[in-house]
């Protein structure tokens, strides 16, 4: 009788320990789902694109656009390993802005050239529009359009 009830013990003991298994991996994947809709990937690109979006607010000087082109060429600086999610400029235009993924430190050289020869180009006199490329995956600003006004 003895050895029965330690049995139906252990028993009632194992049930309970799964019971609480099952509940504790029940809480963490509703946890992680919750985590999921928190959007920090977006508050992360809102937060990249804000050093480039002041210069969004429709048309722009001349002297702003150069602004624009020099902290462009002082991010591209920065821009250490565009593979993990640290976006560089990939391209800049007199009209439309072209997005690509694709960047390696040549490139970012060649790419500083031609903004440093599109600023010289910029009339502090004259007015500019700025249009902006978009990465799809992320939604970092990667491209620069100017269109003079």
Same mark, same amino acid.
């Given at each position: ?57 429709? +048309?722009? $000087?001349? #002297? ?9 060429? /002082?991010?591209? %600086? !920065? ?14 235009? +007199?009209? $439309?802005? #072209? ?9 970012? /050289?060649?790419? %500083? !050239? ?16 700025? $249009? ?18």
């Amino acid at each position: 009788m003895e050895n029965a009830s330690k049995a139906l013990i252990i028993a009632g003991a194992i049930l309970l320990s799964i019971l609480i298994i099952g509940l504790g991996m029940f809480i963490y994947s509703q946890a992680s789902n919750a985590m999921k809709g928190t959007g920090l990937e977006s508050q992360q690109a809102t937060a990249y694109n804000g050093q480039f979006l002041q210069y969004a607010n429709g +048309k722009i $000087t001349g #002297t702003q656009a150069r602004q624009l082109c020099n902290d462009i060429i /002082a991010h591209n %600086n !920065t821009a250490r390993d565009v593979s993990e999610g640290i976006a560089a400029v990939t391209s800049i235009s +007199k009209n $439309t802005p #072209t997005v690509s993924s694709n960047v390696n430190t040549t490139a970012l /050289a060649t790419l %500083n !050239t031609n903004v440093q020869t599109l600023r010289n180009a910029i009339q502090v006199g004259k007015m500019y529009e700025v $249009t902006f490329g978009y990465a799809a995956s992320t939604g970092y600003i990667v491209g620069f359009g100017f269109k003079e006004v």
